[in-house]
């Protein structure tokens, strides 16, 4: 009987709404932490994948035909800025327990980006082109709103 008053009890501190929020954020730091780590991993495999592929195209492609791999080397690249961009959000969010927008929105950005270089215009339809291109503007709007308004905080 003991035993289970000993457990009523622990069980309603751990239900209160500050011990229980406090397991929350130690939750999340854990995860963050993890997807750390996983991102890290990410970011290798992502420079061995384009070290390995500047070492072949190198090696096999003649020099004049190397104007069309040119955008897979640069769609690899921005795939090492993207990984390295959500780290930051994530590393950011360690420091402070607080996902920043600004942060966010580049990362979306550069993902904008990378497609927009990589695209092959012979298998696209103006619709996709334009969703893009709303995509974009939407982007840099709310870059420019988010950018204006810590601006003023920091003033």
């Known amino acids: 009987m003991w035993l289970f008053k000993n457990l009523y009890k622990k069980l309603r501190r751990a239900g209160q709404d500050e011990n229980f929020l406090h397991g929350l954020e130690?939750?999340?730091?854990?995860?963050?932490?993890?997807?750390?780590?996983?991102?890290?991993?990410?970011?290798?495999?992502?420079?061995?994948?384009?070290?390995l592929f500047l070492f072949l195209e190198l090696l096999t492609t003649p020099p004049d035909n190397f104007g069309k791999d040119l955008f897979k080397v640069f769609g690899l690249f921005l795939n090492v800025l993207i990984a390295l961009e959500i780290l930051e959000n994530i590393t950011a969010y360690l420091k402070?327990?607080?996902?920043?927008?600004?942060?966010?929105?580049?990362?979306?950005?550069?993902?904008?980006?990378?497609?927009?270089?990589?695209?092959?215009?012979?298998k696209i339809e103006g619709i996709q082109i334009i969703g893009l291109a709303v995509a974009v503007f939407s982007l840099s709007i709310s870059y420019w709103i988010i950018r204006s308004q810590n601006a003023k905080k920091y003033d």
């Not at 600004?102 to 695209?119: D, F, Q, Y």
């Open 96 to 122: 402070k327990h607080v996902i920043q927008v600004e942060l966010v929105i580049v990362t979306s950005i550069i993902a904008v980006a990378r497609k927009i270089i990589i695209l092959d215009l012979e």
């Open 26 to 51: 130690n939750l999340e730091v854990v995860v963050s932490k993890i997807l750390s780590v996983g991102m890290i991993i990410v970011i290798l495999a992502s420079l061995w994948n384009l070290g």
